[in-house]
């Protein structure tokens, strides 16, 4: 498992409010290229953004789906980039006027998992911080609005 953390200057309900926008999602997460679409309820468990991963035109289609939320603290999702693999992932926001957001990643089916954990480390550990650090942005742009 990978656990990356970020302190960013905004409430907690104001990262979440991003969390909660899945249109949103490509402008975060590192890797997502495209949003398809999002279901109407998300992020009620079960509902899904249907999202392409990769540069253009080798992206893949495939989903990212709820599989736990707690707002504004807690959204846990389970995130398909088959043939890759899939990845279970974790984010809880504590703080009040500033928000620490813990970020950890595990590799939970497919080739990935082939991977051993040093070098899964290597790879995501990098890759999340910069989603949490364009999260945070989004964030304070909101927040500053």
Request: hydrophobic share 40%.
């Amino acid at each position: 498992m990978v656990e990356v953390r970020f302190v960013v200057n905004a409430p907690v309900k104001q990262v979440f409010d991003v969390l909660a926008d899945g249109w949103l999602y490509a402008n975060w997460v590192v890797g997502a290229s495209h949003i398809r679409d999002v279901d109407s309820d998300w992020p009620q468990v079960g509902s899904r953004i249907h999202h392409s991963v990769g540069p253009w035109p080798l992206t893949i289609d495939d989903t990212t789906e709820v599989v736990a939320v707690d707002p504004p603290r807690l959204l846990e999702l389970k995130a398909r980039a088959w043939p890759a693999g899939t990845a279970s992932i974790r984010l809880e926001l504590t703080g009040d006027e500033a928000t620490e957001i813990r970020m950890t990643e595990e590799v939970s089916g497919g080739p990935g998992r082939l991977l051993p954990s040093p070098l899964q480390g290597l790879l995501l550990s990098p890759r999340n911080t910069e989603s949490l650090s364009r999260l945070a942005d989004l964030a304070v742009g909101r927040f500053r609005g």
